[in-house]
């Protein structure tokens, strides 16, 4: 019988160590492999991803070719411009292929398409191999050991994969990969409907476009920033599976870290190194595994004895929220990813974005008297103005960066909804969507639905507040000083309040606090707060207990009140 012609279809997971689904690949013993990532128009011209999130995929994808290339010097990652529903049916005929490949993806547009591509896998006579190995266990399986409900908890997470059994131990890499086979693409390419093909002036071949699929050197390179069209990143965070199996490595030396880890005790101010692992990005797009990387850490926990830290607050405990996300979205589907159908997020009359009638010109009046406000709220939450320097400081820190501490990420996000500005939390998921470099659609939307008190926590009166939640870690303000320089040389005792500092210590410190930040901005300034703190926690917490209190989740036992209490 003739041997397998095997496509291996890389996607979540730019690696070779402890991949499954490659393992099934080169179980098969292929006569031909072809490592292919596909250029889905999808993700370029659709997904809301930020030039820092892209730099850190193709710093990926160009260390797992050269890892490709060290295993077998004629093959490398081929990259093919054209979404994969359309190009594989092509590839099938063209390649003479006998199977395809992947990691399985739970992710709502990944489903799609997959469920599309294997339909023409089985219309062209292809196998279609899928296996799980983006969380610790397979989300689809916790879904069906939980009843079919999605866990929204931990203790759900952990009694549904109690039944499934143990973490499956990591997989090594390959030795070795076989050849690529011919790469014909003598068909027709099929042209993107969401925007003009940005490389039609590069094209060599226009007539067929034969080019334009492999790459406008017809070589199947990986992109660059400059052929997707964006400006240079500005993240100091570099990607690929080498790096992060050292950085991994590091973590693992320093064994009391590992073993005593307690996310709760750990500082959102702390920079250069930062105080947690910083593997998200890495996990996100499958550079490291999260079985290789929960079995390291547990290894030394079990070795550590009584003083190592257990989950929730320790390290393993963090992959085990993961993977509650995953299975959570995996059960609700696309609709986990905002409240409009969704049965387990909590309905908010949040203030909502703005919109003029056209007819009339003026607010429609489906909307909250205050949206207009709080749009200007949200717009200064989103570009670091809001007055609150400890916020200014990470929503910079954000953009610039990709990344910031998941308290950090607590206090912007509380902030923006039930802890001060009262906004929509899907309008933040979104602008982390853009800016994070390990954006996870489960992982975002729930941990906003976390913060927001609209799913997983409900405890509403516990707030962060924008002075003296930073005051705690960071009494000098040295993150502040970093990230919104204007303040770089103020007293301490004003680095969180600014607009409290006589005009005497705001000349001394170089800085006048005045304007919103927004509009005619002058050197020198900072902008000044744009709302009360007090009063505006004060109106979020009475609208949260009016939110909770009208009925609308009838018996829902989850339903706390209470006072104020920081967190
Ligand atoms: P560590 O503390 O070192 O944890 C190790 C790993 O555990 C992380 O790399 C991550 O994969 C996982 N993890 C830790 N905390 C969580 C959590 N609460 N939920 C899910 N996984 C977790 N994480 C993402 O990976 N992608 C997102 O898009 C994302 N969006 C978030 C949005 C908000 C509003 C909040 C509050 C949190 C979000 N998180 C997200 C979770 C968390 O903040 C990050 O995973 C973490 O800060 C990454 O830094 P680290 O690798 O140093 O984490």
């Known amino acids: 019988m003739a041997k397998p012609r095997v496509i291996y279809w890389f996607r979540t997971d730019l690696r070779l160590h402890d991949s499954p689904a490659l393992k099934a690949a080169l179980d098969l013993e292929p006569a031909v492999l072809w ?149 014909p693409v003598d068909f027709v390419q099929h042209q993107p409907d969401t925007k003009p093909d940005i490389n039609a002036e590069r094209r060599t071949n226009n007539d067929t476009g034969y080019k334009h699929i492999a790459g406008p050197c017809g070589d199947f390179a990986i992109e660059t920033l400059d052929e997707l069209g964006f400006v240079p990143a500005t993240t100091p965070h570099k990607g690929g599976e080498t790096r992060a199996l050292k950085a991994l490595d590091a973590i693992i030396k320093d064994k009391e870290y590992t073993a005593t880890f307690e996310k709760p005790k750990t500082s959102p101010a702390q920079f250069d190194p930062q105080s947690t692992t910083l593997l998200s990005p890495f996990l996100h797009f499958g550079a490291l595994s999260v079985r290789e990387l929960y079995w390291r850490v547990q ?124 906004v929509d939390w899907e309008r933040g998921a979104e602008v982390f969507e853009e800016l994070l470099l390990d954006h996870e659609p489960a992982c975002n939307a729930g941990n906003w639905q976390w913060l927001s008190c609209t799913a997983f926590f409900s405890q509403y009166f516990r707030c962060y507040s924008p002075i003296s939640f930073g005051q705690k870690w960071d009494k000098h303000g040295d993150l502040i000083r970093r990230w919104v320089p204007e303040l770089q040389n103020l007293d301490a005792k004003y680095i969180y309040e600014p607009w409290k500092a006589p005009i005497q210590d705001q000349k001394k410190a170089g800085v006048r606090v005045k304007g919103d930040g927004l509009r005619d901005v002058e050197v020198g300034t900072y902008p000044k707060p744009m709302f009360d703190f007090n009063e505006r926690r004060d109106a979020c917490l009475a609208a949260m207990k009016t939110a909770y209190g009208v009925g609308l989740y009838g018996d829902d036992e989850r339903v706390s009140t209470g006072t104020w209490r920081e967190m």
């Open 35 to 183: 490592p292919v990532f596909t250029w889905d128009p999808h993700y370029v011209y659709r997904a809301r991803g930020g030039t820092n999130r892209w730099q850190f995929l193709l710093d990926c994808q160009n260390d797992l070719s050269e890892s490709i290339t060290k295993l077998n010097p004629n093959s490398k990652l081929f990259v093919l411009r054209e979404g994969p529903q359309t190009l594989f049916p092509k590839l099938f005929k063209a390649w003479k292929v006998t199977h395809l490949v992947f990691e399985k993806d739970t992710d709502s547009y990944g489903r799609e398409r997959d469920e599309a591509v294997a339909e023409a896998a089985e219309k062209a006579g292809v196998q279609v191999i899928i296996r799980s190995g983006r969380t610790l266990w397979d989300s689809e399986q916790v879904v069906t050991k939980h009843g079919g409900k999605p866990t929204m908890s931990m203790t759900a997470l952990l009694s549904a994969s109690k039944k499934i059994g143990d973490v499956p131990r990591p997989i090594p890499s390959p030795k070795q990969l076989p050849d690529p086979g011919e790469m």
């Open 299 to 422: 290894d030394v926990v079990n070795s550590y004895g009584s003083a190592a830290s257990a989950p929730p607050a320790s390290l393993t405990g963090q992959l085990i929220f993961r993977d509650m996300y995953f299975a959570a979205q995996a059960a609700i589907g696309p609709h986990f990813q905002q409240t409009a159908g969704n049965g387990h997020c909590r309905f908010i009359p949040w203030h909502l974005p703005s919109r003029l009638d056209p007819a009339t010109g003026l607010t429609t009046g489906d909307y909250h008297v205050d949206s207009e406000q709080a749009d200007e709220w949200f717009r200064r939450w989103k570009q670091g103005v809001t007055g609150f320097p400890w916020i200014d400081a990470l929503m910079r820190q954000l953009r610039h960066d990709g990344w910031i501490h998941h308290l950090g990420r607590h206090s912007v996000a509380c902030f923006l909804t039930r802890g001060g500005c009262y």
